[in-house]
């Protein structure tokens, strides 16, 4: 939204409410849900019929965009207006085109921080939910994503925010692959209606990850080294042609390894793409780096083969074959939903559903345990089904 001081005036619309278009079929997409999906998707249209709320809790690869598809064709035929918030511009981003493809003939926006759409009067619109604070009872379904996810689940001024974005009659749908513990009460007291979708669309279940201990890690990484454990395991990967994300807890630490970074994961670089200089294979992603909406569409291209990157990729991106290795994973900003997410950047495509993930720690977290609990619980529910 840019700097707004106390002097400024801030208007607001008092004219007609604005009659947006009904769409006879606005949905291109083709494609087929799962038996789960389409539960989901039904409980979806059904809410934003009734204009109720409801809670969809689905693993990371669930197919979580293409279960909306089905309510908001609905929506748009009724002729409303339809808002999906996400924490995230990342996601925002990369929700974009799918939407412009999956809804060609409806006026599709996205708003977040440098975003080039600045007027905000689509009939369909993807925001970060800092932009909710722009609209005023403007929207008859408020789709939020990843719920759980910072700053939204922290900042009361969001949540404040899209209470008022909100018409009086208004379906409110919530997204998450990692609800909070506030979302876990809500559910087991049965206050808030929810699904659970604990596949993911391709069938196979979320990587467990595997655990490396590494004696004096955090002193190898203030000196600028990486562990031998991790050279190890990048160099003995079971398919040594996909992708690496290595996690890192700060900013600071994933700027002092670049440069050993480019050192030492040359080779196994070079294995990856199997030509270029590593110069260019291996990158630092972070929420300050002015150039990482380019690098993410260069790994997503496979022009890039390593990224080093903070939480700021832990969720909402999604990249075909990857393997996920978290150093310092018992790090403070590590939490369960943190690793629940970065773990779930693994085993996305239905080409190649497995990848490795691995925390490697000096000694294991609460947070780590919780993560591995879920994720094989969630793996255990999906197996009775």
């Known amino acids: 939204?840019?700097?707004?001081?106390?002097?400024?005036?801030?208007?607001?619309?008092?004219?007609?409410?604005?009659?947006?278009?009904?769409?006879?079929?606005?949905?291109?997409?083709?494609?087929?849900?799962?038996?789960?999906?389409?539960?989901?998707?039904?409980?979806?249209?059904?809410?934003?019929?009734?204009?109720?709320?409801l809670l969809v809790h689905a693993v990371?690869?669930?197919?979580?965009?293409?279960?909306?598809?089905?309510?908001?064709?609905?929506?748009?035929?009724?002729?409303?207006?339809?808002c999906l918030a996400t924490p995230r511009a990342d996601v925002v981003r990369e929700l974009l085109p799918r939407f412009q493809q999956a809804f060609p003939t409806v006026t599709v926006q996205a708003l977040y921080g440098s975003s080039p759409d600045k007027t905000g009067d689509g009939q369909l619109i993807l925001a970060t939910t800092h932009q909710l604070l722009r609209f005023y009872q403007a929207f008859d379904v408020l789709i939020i994503d990843e719920i759980d996810a910072f700053p939204y689940h922290v900042d009361p001024m969001l949540h404040i925010a899209s209470e008022k974005a909100k018409k009086s009659t208004c379906a409110s749908i919530?997204?998450?692959?990692?609800?909070?513990?506030?979302?876990?009460?809500?559910?087991?007291?049965?206050?808030?209606?929810?699904?659970?979708?604990?596949?993911?669309?391709?069938?196979?279940?979320?990587?467990?990850?595997?655990?490396?201990?590494?004696?004096?890690?955090?002193?190898?990484?203030?000196?600028?080294?990486?562990?031998?454990?991790?050279?190890?395991w990048i160099n003995n990967r079971s398919n040594p042609t996909r992708q690496v994300l290595i996690f890192l807890p700060t900013v600071v630490l994933a700027d002092r390894l670049q440069e050993e970074a480019k050192e030492v994961l040359r080779p196994s670089a070079q294995k990856i793409l199997s030509k270029r200089d590593a110069e260019t294979l291996i990158r630092t992603v972070h929420a300050a780096d002015k150039d990482r909406e380019a690098k993410v569409q260069a790994f997503r291209n496979r022009d890039i083969a390593v990224i080093l990157t903070t939480t700021i990729l832990e969720r909402g991106v999604t990249f075909p074959s990857v393997d996920v290795a978290i150093l310092d994973a018992g790090h403070d900003v590590f939490d369960e939903a943190a690793l629940v997410q970065i773990a779930g950047r693994a085993g996305r495509s239905p080409a190649d559903p497995t990848g490795e993930v691995v925390f490697f720690h000096e000694g294991r977290s609460d947070a780590m345990d919780k993560a591995v609990r879920s994720i094989t619980d969630m793996n255990r529910r999906a197996k009775r089904l």
């Open 1 to 53: 939204m840019g700097r707004v001081s106390a002097c400024e005036h801030l208007y607001e619309w008092t004219g007609p409410d604005p009659e947006w278009p009904s769409h006879d079929n606005p949905c291109a997409w083709e494609g087929e849900l799962t038996r789960y999906q389409q539960l989901a998707a039904d409980a979806i249209d059904l809410a934003m019929k009734q204009n109720g709320k």
């Open 60 to 82: 990371c690869g669930a197919g979580k965009t293409e279960m909306l598809f089905q309510g908001i064709t609905i929506s748009l035929q009724q002729g409303k207006r339809i």
């Open 174 to 232: 919530f997204l998450t692959a990692t609800p909070r513990q506030k979302e876990k009460r809500q559910i087991s007291a049965q206050t808030l209606p929810h699904v659970f979708v604990p596949v993911r669309f391709h069938g196979q279940p979320l990587p467990v990850p595997a655990s490396k201990l590494c004696f004096g890690l955090q002193k190898q990484l203030r000196k600028g080294n990486f562990p031998k454990g991790l050279l190890h």
